[in-house]
């Protein structure tokens, strides 16, 4: 693999592999210097790096990125640095994970400050354990700085807390990609629980078969779920649906996505892109007691802190309520499907 550096990035604009031709032999004098950085680059938005890791990105020799990773992140990127990208796509890498990781390890030989930066965090279905592992093998030196996941980003943004007082008492993540023509080999059972939120990383092409899984599992098919597409960038887009509609609900997004599922997912907000007849789907859903609480009064004062506790089937819009979904008060049911306004 030598230093081929016609340009900052070592893909050209056709997006082809190019070689990466790294010394023969480490030179002894600098091998302890090197060292290699598992930096999470979070999400994608800038904002939601960590100070830690900006650091490193303008005290980088070489910056090993993933494809995920955002251009306003790789902009950090001091020109002096050699950039290498190492995209992986569906079924498409530029580079093997073995060869990722003999990179690694090269480079941090010559006396290089090497950061393989990853989107989200690079031990959440990132692959950083297989490279923390490479280079102590090689006796490389190698640290990792924890990144923003894409789940809390995408929770944060949705207004869904992952957990959340008696309706989630746990968070699953898990991924949802499988090989060509399989389901997802997880643990339904477990995941089928309720009240209990399950996050799947990878799974937008198998979201109706997730769906299905977890439904004969024994998950409420009425239980709400969330999509959210590049979540944290600013063509992010979410889908508030329920299990039983999931799997049409994905139908209808591209790109890297998370399927979010369980009862705190009523409290998303909508976005843009939200399915609108899923107001009629939360008719069919009876929240939790904890988000009952967290159905906006008739004055606009929100359940928690209030100084009225009234039983949920005595609110307007609420079970008994004539109301309803889309009645003016709004209480009483999961927050209907509405689109923001563009800023």
């Known amino acids: 693999m030598t230093a081929d550096r016609p340009s900052r990035s070592?893909?050209?604009?056709?997006?082809a592999r190019r070689?990466?031709?790294?010394?023969g032999a480490p030179d002894a004098n600098l091998a302890g210097r090197g060292r290699v950085w598992l930096v999470g680059a979070g999400p994608g938005d800038p904002e939601l790096l960590t100070l830690k890791a900006l650091r490193l990105l303008r005290e980088a020799d070489v910056v090993v990125h993933d494809g995920l990773v955002s251009e306003a992140i790789l902009a950090f990127v001091p020109a002096s640095a050699r950039r290498i990208s190492v995209a992986k796509r569906k079924s498409r890498h530029s580079y093997a994970q073995d060869e990722i990781n003999r990179m690694l390890v090269a480079f941090a030989r010559e006396g290089l400050q090497v950061v393989r930066l990853?989107?989200?965090d690079a031990f959440i279905f990132g692959r950083g354990g297989e490279e923390l592992e490479a280079c102590r093998t090689a006796s490389v030196a190698c640290e990792v700085v924890p990144g923003v996941t894409a789940a809390l980003a995408a929770a944060a943004a949705a207004g869904a807390p992952l957990t959340?007082?008696?309706?989630?008492?746990?968070v699953t993540f898990v991924t949802g990609h499988a090989s060509a023509g399989a389901a997802p080999d997880l643990d339904w059972p477990s995941l089928a629980r309720a009240n209990h939120t399950v996050v799947i990383y990878m799974g937008l092409s198998n979201a109706g078969e997730v769906a299905a899984r977890l439904t004969a599992a024994g998950r409420a098919p009425s239980t709400p779920a969330l999509i959210v597409a590049n979540a944290s960038l600013p063509d992010e887009?979410?889908?508030a649906t329920t299990l039983a509609d999931l799997g049409a609900a994905a139908q209808s997004l591209t790109g890297p996505a998370l399927l979010l599922v369980g009862e705190a997912m009523a409290l998303a907000a909508a976005g843009d892109d939200a399915v609108e007849d899923a107001a009629a789907a939360a008719l069919r859903w009876s929240p939790p007691p904890a988000l009952r609480a967290c159905a906006p009064h008739a004055d606009g004062e929100r359940g928690i802190g209030a100084s009225r506790d009234l039983p949920f089937s005595s609110l307007p819009g609420g079970s008994t309520g004539e109301a309803g979904v889309g009645g003016s008060s709004g209480v009483?049911?999961?927050?209907?499907?509405?689109?923001?306004?563009?800023?």
Request: positive net charge; glycine residues 16%.
């Open 164 to 170: 959340h007082r008696g309706a989630a008492q746990s």
């Open 19 to 23: 070689l990466v031709v790294l010394r």
């Open 118 to 120: 990853k989107g989200g």
């Open 332 to 343: 009483g049911r999961p927050p209907l499907i509405r689109r923001r306004p563009r800023p």
């Open 237 to 239: 887009r979410r889908v």
């Open 10 to 15: 070592s893909r050209g604009a056709s997006g």
